[in-house]
């Protein structure tokens, strides 16, 4: 059963741009879980997503937001982009919420 | 809120050696999670503890939880080099998942021969 697939891997940005993230779960899976992960804050959760309805929110600002698709696919969407929000952004998914996740291999983003 | 400490942060060991990793967290939870991470990659699910007393082992590698304590830890027996990782641990709220996971600030291990 192949993973949970991100794209794109590597992004280079520049301030006050866009980007947008993509996320596929494992099949069958329809919990996805959002994360960002930085060398001075760790990992901390930006949202969770099951059947296409936001269920938690982490404390980021609303430049932050996300989507799940009705294929359990999921978007990820960071506006107004500041130096600070370089880091590597981590998609997790399960079957259904509090479940364990498992993990894609992230993208990692910098922004200039 | 729900905090997550792991100590040691760092921690270096020679091979064959024994060692603990430790998890404390604030608030009652629903389960806790252990996840590995080699530089550069993603994070690798190791072990859920879902109550009191669980106790989780794979190979070298044996995960306990202690809900009354707020304590779980992750115990490395015969440490051999392919264990060297980041090793984070995670807490899922209770009520219904709320916030995510937590996760500590992750445990860098190096094994050296």
């Known amino acids: 059963k192949a993973g949970v697939t991100q794209t794109p891997r590597y992004l280079i940005k520049t301030r006050g741009q866009q980007v947008t993230l993509s996320c596929s779960p494992i099949?069958?899976?329809?919990?996805v879980s959002w994360y960002q992960q930085t060398p001075g804050q760790g990992l901390q959760f930006l949202f969770e997503y099951f059947s296409e309805t936001q269920r938690n929110k982490g404390n980021f600002p609303g430049r932050f937001s996300g989507r799940q698709f009705s294929n359990s696919r999921s978007e990820m969407n960071v506006s107004t982009l500041e130096l600070g929000d370089s880091a590597l952004y981590l998609c997790?998914?399960?079957?259904?919420?509090?479940?364990?996740?498992?993990f894609g291999p992230g993208t990692r983003l910098l922004v200039l | 809120e729900l905090k997550v400490e792991q100590n040691p942060l760092f921690l270096s060991m020679q091979e064959g050696k024994n060692y603990t990793i430790y998890c404390n967290y604030s608030?009652?939870?629903?389960?806790l999670y252990w996840y590995r991470q080699d530089p550069g990659k993603s994070l690798e699910s190791l072990f859920v503890l879902l109550s009191n007393g669980a106790v989780k082992q794979e190979g070298r590698l044996m995960a306990s939880l202690d809900t009354k304590a707020r304590l779980s830890t992750l115990h490395i027996t015969a440490a051999v080099h392919d264990l060297s990782a980041t090793y984070f641990c995670a807490v899922e709220g209770s009520g219904g998942g709320a916030d995510g996971l937590t996760f500590g600030k992750g445990t860098h291990l190096i094994i050296q021969p």
């Open positions: 608030t009652t939870s629903d389960r």
């Open positions: 099949s069958g899976h329809r919990s």
């Open positions: 997790a998914s399960s079957r259904v919420v509090q479940e364990t996740q498992y």
